[in-house]
């Protein structure tokens, strides 16, 4: 990691193999970046991790970035390490603003990209087309201010602190359950009814308790 | 009626035969067929947590049982959600170093020299000898109060209750001293971007040097109680199995990833602050169970102590700051007293340190696992992105995985296992 500004070796392998979908690569602070196009960045990804002489079989992260320039479009950044090479790439995707924020999830590469893309999402409103488990995970799932770390969405939220009140009171508890855990709402609704209290409890209005 | 005899013939103390034997009263009366209680087939979940010790914070865990073996787990975190990240965008770099103490606030000095060594590698600014030398201080200090929270805490989770009284004994030593140090005990804000905060008072080395010829005697008590234990090695050994493959698969990083037999330590193959100069060894485990994860951590401790003796033998005089006046303030004494310092000093609180555009990755070696820090900068005195890559947030992932199949009790086990601290997950 010392400032050598060498470029890894894995970018000119990647050129001569993909050819147009690789971009421009850069040597910034130590790091190679190399840019690749959306389309077949899964099998620049795949190839990356299965290529005998790659192997960047750890996912260091996925994340997100987004410029305070609205004329630059939206990063997905990966961070590859190759364990057995002790080698570091670190590939972007560029997502136009105006096109549908979508990339490929690489999930079915890397288990540990799961709960990664699930906060990109959440953060940045990127897709991960084929994920298997597409939630919110910082957030709650009917959150809809919108996704935080985008550079329109304001420090203190959308909504006015009144407003981010009113809401989480009024909120139907059971729709923060995900489907996968709906039947613990339905347990809740075969309880008898003098053990059943309402989401405010003590003392559940008549407006807000369970049916 | 017919179920409720076989029941109390079952409850009934057996009584003894003329030859001492014990006479069990049979189960099911002479001439009837045994009769199971119908027990509901349909698998059960419950809910653990956001508000409940063994999950170490607010932690809610979704699990669908059938009986009380473990079939799917969901994980739901950000009760803790703090946004930091997003605030991190307002603040200038020196601003954020307060911020990085409520990440993972278990090990606050070592968040601290993570984020100082991204925002210097982003500007290009060199520490001096001494600052590199209280930082791997300070690194290994965190690493060891991490560590002690995490094996008490473990430890109360498998009943074992002295354990816990023990390392938070240790603990608060370390912590004495990392009150002298910095006047803090959690949130400490130890680094400045190109320094520290302080340098360590007089006799500080001492105190350490004496703990540290005292703090192995606890490691080794503890061992001793819990290795020869057949309540503790039939609750940690063999559960929460991760091979070596899933580990890297799964992203594991830190004693995580090294139970599971995967060599990989940041400060052993990426290193930072001269830790290629220090003489230790990276602890690795062979079956990745919990047992194995406890062995890891117990050594690291013990190979902190090592660090910590070598920090302290070599410590060199001189300043903690390096000369750089684009990040460093004038002393306070001259900018109260010569106009350009005060002006000096003026400019870089109100207007913070521009970095130049440009983007680094720095990962260290946390208790937790890899701490990675991203920060992009577009050439303005506050970052476009500070992503922290937490650790213990992939370590946490791949919480499902491990315990699926185990009992209800190993969950609790498995869960303790992972070393997570919410304020880092949720951040």
């Known amino acids: 990691m010392s400032g050598a500004a060498t470029p890894n070796a894995s970018v000119a392998t990647l050129r001569a193999r993909f050819g147009a979908a690789i971009g421009r690569s850069a040597v910034v602070s130590g790091a190679t970046i190399v840019h690749v196009a959306r389309e077949r960045a899964h099998d620049i990804l795949a190839w990356l991790r299965d290529d005998p002489d790659e192997r960047y079989d750890y996912l260091v992260d996925v994340t997100a970035v987004e410029y305070r320039d609205p004329e630059r479009p939206l990063e997905v950044v990966y961070q590859l390490r190759s364990i057995p090479r002790n080698a570091f790439l670190r590939l972007k995707i560029n997502l136009d603003r105006s096109g549908p924020l979508e990339v490929d999830s690489v999930v079915d590469l890397w288990q540990g990209a799961n709960w990664l893309e699930r906060e990109a999402w959440d953060m940045f409103g990127v897709r991960f087309v084929g994920h298997p488990d597409h939630r919110r995970i910082l957030m709650w799932e009917t959150y809809d201010e919108g996704h935080p770390l985008r550079k329109d969405f304001p420090l203190r939220g959308r909504f006015s602190r009144a407003e981010q009140v009113r809401r989480a009171l009024g909120a139907d508890l059971s729709a923060h359950y995900s489907m996968d855990e709906l039947s613990i709402a339905d347990a809740y609704a075969s309880l008898p009814a003098d053990l059943r209290v309402g989401p405010r409890h003590p003392a559940p209005g008549a407006e807000t308790s369970r049916p | ?427």
Request: glycine residues 8%; aromatic residues 8%.
């Open chain 2, 1 to 427: 009626m017919a179920d409720k005899r076989v029941l109390e013939l079952a409850l009934a103390t057996p009584g003894v035969d003329a030859a001492g034997n014990a006479v069990r009263l049979p189960l099911v009366p002479a001439g009837q067929t045994a009769q199971e209680p119908e027990l509901d087939s349909d698998h059960m979940l419950i809910n653990i947590g956001p508000q409940h010790p063994a999950t170490h914070g607010v932690l809610r865990l979704v699990v669908e049982l059938d009986g009380e073996v473990v079939m799917r787990v969901i994980p739901h975190i950000g009760y803790l959600h703090s946004g930091f990240e997003k605030l991190g965008e307002y603040r200038h770099y020196n601003q954020i170093i307060p911020l990085t103490d409520r990440t993972d606030y278990l090990s606050a000095p070592a968040n601290n020299v993570a984020f100082a060594l991204a925002a210097e590698r982003l500007m290009g600014i060199e520490i001096t000898p001494r600052c590199t030398v209280l930082r791997v201080i300070a690194c290994e200090l965190s690493r060891i109060i991490s560590h002690l929270v995490w094996a008490g805490t473990t430890a109360i989770d498998i009943g074992a209750f002295t354990v816990f009284l023990w390392m938070f004994q240790e603990r608060e030593r370390v912590y004495n001293l990392i009150e002298a140090w910095t006047g803090a005990r959690l949130t400490t804000s130890l680094t400045r971007v190109g320094g520290l905060m302080a340098d360590v008072p007089d006799g500080w080395t001492d105190r350490l040097r004496e703990w540290c010829r005292r703090f192995p005697k606890t490691l080794d008590e503890v061992d001793r109680m819990l290795l020869r234990n057949g309540i503790w090695l039939g609750r940690t050994q063999d559960v929460g199995v991760m091979t070596a493959a899933e580990a890297t698969n799964y992203s594991l990083s830190g004693p995580m990833l090294r139970a599971s037999g995967v060599a990989y330590d940041v400060r052993k193959d990426q290193p930072y602050l001269d830790y290629d100069t220090y003489d230790f060894e990276v602890p690795v485990g062979e079956r990745g169970d919990v047992y194995d994860r406890y062995l890891v951590r117990m050594e690291e401790m013990r190979q902190s102590v090592r660090i910590l003796l070598q920090a302290v033998d070599r410590l060199p005089e001189g300043p903690i700051n390096a000369d750089d006046p684009r990040v460093i303030l004038p002393p306070k004494k001259k900018a109260m007293s010569d106009m350009e310092s005060m002006i000096h000093h003026f400019k870089q609180v109100m207007e913070g340190v521009p970095a130049p555009a440009g983007e680094v990755y720095f990962p260290v070696e946390n208790p937790k696992g890899e701490l990675g820090t991203y920060l992009v900068s577009d050439g303005t005195a506050k970052p476009v992105r500070w992503r922290i890559r937490p650790p213990s947030f992939l370590n946490l992932a791949a919480l499902p995985k491990m315990a699926e199949g185990h009992l209800l009790s190993d969950l609790i086990a498995i869960n303790a296992s992972v070393d997570i601290v919410m304020g880092e997950i949720d951040r």
